[in-house]
């Protein structure tokens, strides 16, 4: 097995891994280029569904058109949207949610999340979950908005009601150049 603790995507993989079974709903909150929500298409089977939301069409289209090549596009709702309204497409049983915050991977780098829309999202994801479901949030601190977030959201996570949730952060504080942290918050 390869190292568990080379990076805050890795351990998320990990984790949804764990978590996620054939016929499960699950959330992709930042579709980007379709990474996450091909992985998560393959965790959940046939029977499941997944999630996806992104606001910049260029990312709605790159997704659209991988999940179909590779035959996964019926357990998928693409949603152009942001990840804020998630409560206005799912209503609940959610097993997992998982956020790359950031922006997109050889995108426009001006267009990223903002704390405020990730802060609604998180608190709307919390009330869709399952028991024993789990929010997993890839932070990237490297740029000014990547900064505020990650700030707002170790403030934000501080004050959950812990008989409600377990919260963790895992970090790499020997790593340079400001590498992803991972906020993993599960419903007790």
């Known amino acids: 097995m ?3 603790f080379k990076n805050a995507v890795q351990i998320s993989k ?6 996620l079974s054939p016929g499960d709903i699950a959330v992709d909150c930042t579709m980007g280029n379709g990474n996450d929500t091909e992985f998560l298409c393959s965790l959940v089977g046939e029977k499941g569904k997944v999630y996806a939301f992104d606001i910049q069409e260029e990312a709605v289209i790159t997704t659209r058109k991988r999940l179909q090549e590779l035959n996964l596009l019926a357990r998928t709702e693409i949603v152009l949207d942001g990840h804020q309204n998630i409560d206005k497409y799912i209503k609940g ?8 915050l950031g922006y997109l991977p050889k995108g426009n780098h001006a267009i990223t999340t903002k704390k405020e829309t990730t802060i609604e999202a998180v608190q709307k994801s919390m009330g869709l979950l399952k028991p024993n479901g ?4 890839v932070v990237y601190s490297g ?3 990547g900064k505020l977030e990650k700030e ?3 403030n934000f996570t501080t004050t959950i009601n812990q008989k409600e949730y377990n919260v963790a952060e ?6 340079i150049n400001s590498p992803p942290e991972l906020i993993c918050i599960e419903k007790v």
């Open 2 to 4: 390869n190292n568990i």
């Open 14 to 19: 990990i984790i949804c891994r764990a978590k």
């Open 143 to 145: 740029h000014e908005n």
């Open 134 to 137: 789990i929010i997993l949030i």
């Open 93 to 100: 049983n959610v097993e997992l949610v998982i956020f790359n």
């Open 152 to 154: 707002a959201l170790i």
């Open 170 to 175: 895992i970090c790499f504080p020997n790593q």
